[in-house]
């Protein structure tokens, strides 16, 4: 599985953006899906999470009530949908595969995007 998350850019507090992870091949309905972060000189950490069948969502604490993730398995897309946007959002974000079952641990993570950069303005 290959995949390519787009979709971050700059923008204002209490605003929104919302990323977008395309995967290839045909057995992404197989892999659970989670989204990372990383600010600038911190480690990365996990932000959501979902199910193979996009029924079941995870949440960091931090943005829980903001984030939203859903998937389209049809499109092989995973979507991260950010609300209310503060400048401690700001990090790169990755999204992230696990065949079969939801993790939390990056490490457990089978494949990785390439990133993408959301600034959030004070």
């Known amino acids: 599985v290959q995949l390519q998350a787009y979709g971050g850019g700059l923008v204002q507090a209490g605003g929104s953006l919302r990323l977008s992870c395309a995967a290839s091949?045909?057995?992404?309905?197989?892999?659970?899906v989670g989204w990372f972060r990383q600010a600038p000189g911190k480690e990365r950490e996990f932000v959501a999470a979902?199910?193979?069948?996009?029924?079941?969502?995870y949440y960091a604490d931090s943005v829980k009530g903001r984030f939203t993730i859903s998937r389209d398995n049809a499109k092989n897309t995973v979507y991260l949908q950010m609300n209310s946007l503060n400048p401690e959002d700001t990090a790169v974000y990755y999204c992230?595969?696990?065949?079969?079952?939801?993790?939390?641990?990056?490490?457990?993570?089978?494949?990785w995007g390439q990133g993408t950069l959301v600034t959030v303005s004070s």
């Open positions: 992230a595969a696990h065949f079969n079952n939801v993790v939390w641990r990056r490490d457990e993570y089978d494949y």
């Open positions: 091949g045909r057995t992404f309905s197989s892999y659970a």
């Open positions: 979902i199910s193979r069948n996009g029924i079941n969502t």
